[in-house]
């Protein structure tokens, strides 16, 4: 008992300690002096428009811009399913910035994407272009030297941190336990806004971060994930979010945060950035290539650009709170639900996390109760293609509610999904030998992931995707996007779940185009077809079995039934795709397992322990 109190009262001097430490003010301007003594001032460019070079991306957003009148608004909008072509966008439009880049990130990680990302930006900076990077601080810039050198780079490049904790900007195990325990409201509020904006004319938005794994360059496990990129008016709809948040409290500059305000006082001056070290370098080099490339961005970019008019861009306010005073800081959440609230014929939702908030739970049972309720069509993950094993366990225990009381159509990804690996073949390709130290040998990074607490850097291991029973490259779904009624459409961060209603701020754009409806219709859809998802139906068994399963899953605790509901379906050979009410579907689909082609490990085991008990954190996860 002596010992337990020790360690209690240890934790508790530790989060008086942390929790109170805040830099002074008169240390911010020492170290705001050592940084400006210490700046590299050379510009690379001595002409007015930054050396920029011609891009088609930021012409035809300028010319929307022009066109437009506050009536009749112009814009271009880029759908951006294929991950080379969302790398390539990227780096063209920050080469031909020529004032300004904003860039807004969850994660920003030290592999090729985000070492790639971060030079073309540096280069941007030293040719003169005010550049400013606000990252989410607990899943970014991981190292601290790197982000001293990045404080002393260039004048016009800065970098604010979102939310750190303790005011720091790594975050050390003692520091996640302390928050938790005495301030766990602020520490779970996240930035999930994606961004990037040049110019003020065209900005890229949706749910791909800056790491390999976003752009199908991670060996083991890829996302297929989505970005809209649109020019004109709306991009002052970014510009205005971006400086909402960049001006917040909870947006920290690195000289206002105490380890990299303790070292640039402290320490010798901490020398340039070093050149990226690539892990894969010729794959960086094809892009590279590309981006400058006039002819690949008019056959992969500019061809399929649509030039319409209504296009909003939405984000929920800094801090976003529950307190029915504040509603406001949840714009993105609230538009989110009415324009699904209003849907008449159908609904096609794309989702990593099949973990509805009440008010979804709410909208949906209310479409399913009316005269002629919409088809609802459902792409989320499978447990085999899930990084987040704890929050598919919470989505698995609601199954017969989403069958039977939504009326859902639910496909879940295949691991080794044929779609996303022909897609995305270019985009793996010249990969070479795994990265490695100068010793040689090989190097595992431990990289960070998106589902709130359960994705910290302490718990990377457990945030592993499950073992398979087969054997290659693993696709998982991270794209959030949303089709009402063929007639408009939503790519953004928003998971639909409690997390992103409650917690997360949010961002995306809504296209009033039945073009674009159509298009990532079409592109969701395809995610659902046999070679790339299960399908998720009632499971064949006798009625006590039912009786008892449905006891089980109204039970927020003990829910250990293992037969339930619903189970995973697969096309037999020579059958035609049918959808679940079809009379035919048991004839032509045969059941493959609640858990296909994952192996039996402990993920497995917590899986059905989640399900069983974990029902009261769904929020968190």
């Known amino acids: 008992m002596r010992q337990r109190g020790i360690a209690v009262s240890f934790v508790f001097v530790a989060i008086l300690i942390l929790s109170g430490c805040s830099v002074s003010p008169s240390r911010i301007r020492r170290a705001d002096a050592a940084v400006a003594a210490g700046m590299q001032h050379r510009l690379d460019c001595d002409r007015d428009d930054r050396c920029a070079i011609d891009s088609p991306l930021l012409d035809a957003a300028q010319q929307a811009l022009h066109d437009s009148t506050p009536d009749q608004p112009v814009h271009v909008v ?99 336990s302390a928050s938790i325990v005495c301030c766990f409201m602020k520490f779970n509020q996240r930035m999930h806004n994606k961004l990037l904006l040049v110019d003020e004319a065209i900005g890229i938005t ?168 919409p088809r609802i069509v459902v792409s989320t993950n499978s447990l085999a293609s899930t990084d987040a094993f704890a929050v598919y366990a919470l989505s698995y225990k609601h199954r017969r509610r989403y069958l039977q009381d939504y009326g859902f159509e639910i496909y879940e990804m295949k691991p080794h999904a044929a779609g996303p690996a022909e897609d995305n073949a270019d985009a793996a390709a010249d990969e070479g030998p795994a990265p490695s130290d100068q010793g040689g040998k090989q190097v595992r990074r431990r990289v960070g992931t998106e589902r709130g607490l359960l994705g910290s850097r302490s718990g990377a291991r457990r945030n592993r995707p499950a073992p398979l029973t087969t054997a290659g490259r693993r696709f998982g779904l991270h794209a959030k996007s949303i089709v009402v009624d063929d007639d408009f459409a939503m790519v953004g961060s928003h998971n639909f779940d409690p997390r992103s209603d409650h917690y997360n701020t949010e961002a995306g754009v809504i296209v009033y185009d039945p073009r674009f409806a159509s298009e990532l219709r079409d592109s969701i859809l395809r995610e659902t077809q046999p070679e790339n998802a299960w399908v998720i139906a009632p499971r064949q068994q006798s009625s006590l079995s039912s009786t008892i399963g449905d006891i089980s899953a109204s039970l927020p605790i003990f829910d250990l039934w293992p037969y339930r509901y619903a189970t995973s379906y697969d096309l037999k050979a020579g059958c035609t795709p049918m959808r679940p009410s079809d009379p035919a579907f048991l004839s032509c689909y045969t059941p493959v397992g609640d858990f296909p082609d994952v192996d039996v490990s402990p993920k497995l085991i917590y899986t059905r322990l989640i399900t069983a008990f974990g029902a009261g954190v769904q929020g968190v996860l």
């Open 78 to 176: 880029t759908l951006l399913n294929d991950s080379e072509a969302a790398m390539v966008a990227r780096l063209n439009l920050i080469r031909a910035a020529q004032r300004s880049i904003d860039v807004q990130t969850y994660i920003w990680d030290q592999d090729d994407a985000g070492q790639l990302v971060l030079d073309e930006l540096i280069k941007a900076a030293r040719r003169g272009v005010r550049v400013r990077i606000l990252a989410d601080q607990l899943f970014s810039f991981g190292d601290r030297l790197q982000l001293e050198r990045l404080a002393m780079t260039s004048p016009n490049l800065e970098i604010r941190l979102y939310n750190p904790t303790f005011h720091q900007a790594r975050t050390s195990a003692l520091d996640f």
């Open 206 to 373: 949706g749910g791909r971060n800056y790491q390999d794994r976003y752009f199908d360059w991670d060996n083991d496990f890829d996302y297929v994930d989505r970005d809209v990129m649109v020019g004109g008016p709306a991009a002052h709809e970014m510009a205005a979010s971006f400086e909402i948040f960049w001006k917040h409290k909870r947006s920290a500059p690195l000289t206002h945060l105490r380890d990299i305000n303790r070292a640039l006082l402290d320490n010798d001056a901490p020398g340039p950035i070093p050149e990226p070290n690539y892990a894969h370098p010729q794959r960086v080099a094809r892009v590279m290539e590309e981006a400058s490339d006039d002819a690949w961005i008019d056959d992969v970019l500019v061809s399929d650009t649509l030039r319409t008019g209504r296009v909003d861009y939405f984000s929920d306010l800094p801090a976003k709170t529950d307190d029915p005073g504040k509603r406001s800081a949840r714009e993105f959440t609230s538009h989110l639900m009415r324009m699904v609230g209003a849907a008449q014929h159908e609904v096609v939702l794309q989702t990593p996390y099949l973990v509805l908030s009440d008010r979804a739970k709410a909208i949906f049972e209310r479409l399913h109760q009316g005269a002629s309720p």
